[in-house]
C-alpha cells in the first residue's frame, strides 16, 4: 500500500502549480504550496502514510462535520434540520445570496459557511463551551488527545471574518440563529483553526466508516444513523459545488478545508486524510482531487 501511495503522490505532486494557496485568511498563506501528503487507515487500524503526511494544518471546513455531529447529539437530528437544510448547493462555499432571498427560512446545508455557522450556534453551552465541545470530539474521533487549536490562524481569521460577520447577522435578522452573533462566530472561528495533521484526519474518517462502534457518546441515537447521514452530507456538500464531479470521478464522500486539507471516508473500510494546500477556484485542494482521483481508481475504492 505504501508504495502505491508514493506512486500516486509522486505522480501528481507537481501539478500544484496550478492552484493557490488560501489568501483571504492572511495567516493561511504562510503555507508550502508544494505540500502533498496523505494516510490510509484500514479496519485493522494499519496506518499507511506517503509525502508529507506529517505536516499540521488547520482542519478549516473540516470542523463542519464534527460540528454537525455535536448538534445532532445535543439536539437531534430533527431540531437541527429545522434551522439548516438537507440540499446540495451551486453556489460557493462563502455565498450570501440565498440569504437575501425572502423566501430562504434556512441555511442550505450544514457544509457551507452560513449553514456552519447556523450549525455551531445549535451546540448547547456558553462562551468557549460549543467550540470546546468541538475539540473534545475531534480528539475522541481522531485517537488524539493532543490535539489543539492554532491561536495566530484564529486570531488572523477573526481579524479579517467580516464576510462570515455579515452571513451570521443576515441569519440573525432572520431568526435562523438567535444568541450572541460574535460569541457564535467566536466559537467558529475556533473550530476552524482546530490544527491537526493527515493521520488525525485518516482516523477521524475511520471513526466515520467504522460508524462510530468504538466511540462512546452521550445520547439516545444511533450511531449508525449518524455514520449514514454525515456521509449522505459529504457525498453531496462535503465539496462545495463541485461535489457532483467530485462523486463522479473519485467516488469517496469527502469534505474540505481551505488550508488544503480532505478528510475521505470509505464506508465500512477506510478512513482517509489528505493534505495539498494549493487550491482550485472552489477552495477544494486541486491536489487532493488529482491524488484521490487515481487512487480511487487503483484500489477501486468508487462508490458508485
Ligand atoms: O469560514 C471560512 O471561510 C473558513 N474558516 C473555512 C472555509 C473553508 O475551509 C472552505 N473550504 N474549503
Known sequence: MEKILQRVIDN?????KYGKVADYIPALK?????????SIIDKDKNIFS??????????????????LMQAILDIGIEEVFKKVGYEGSEKPFNTISYLGENKTEKA???MINSGA??????IKGEGDEKFNKILNLVRTLASNPNIDYDRDVYISEKNTGDRNRAIAYLMKSKNIIGGDVESILDN???QCSINIDTIDLANIGLSIANRFKDIEINADIDKKKISSLLI????HSGMYNFSGQWSVEVGIP?????????LSVVPDKYGIGFFGPSLDKNGNSLLGHSVLKELSKELNLNLF
Open 12 to 16: 501528481n505532486r507537481n501539478l500544484y
Open 50 to 67: 506517503a509525502g508529507d503526511y506529517n505536516k499540521k494544518f488547520t482542519i478549516q471546513s473540516i470542523s463542519k462535520i464534527i460540528a
Open 30 to 38: 504562510n503555507a508550502n504550496i508544494k505540500d502533498c501528503g496523505i
Open 232 to 235: 449522505a452530507i459529504m457525498t
Open 254 to 262: 469527502s469534505k474540505s478545508g481551505v488550508a488544503g486539507g480532505i
Open 188 to 190: 467558529y472561528f475556533k
Open 117 to 122: 455557522i447556523a450549525i455551531t450556534s445549535l
Open 108 to 110: 442550505i446545508n450544514p
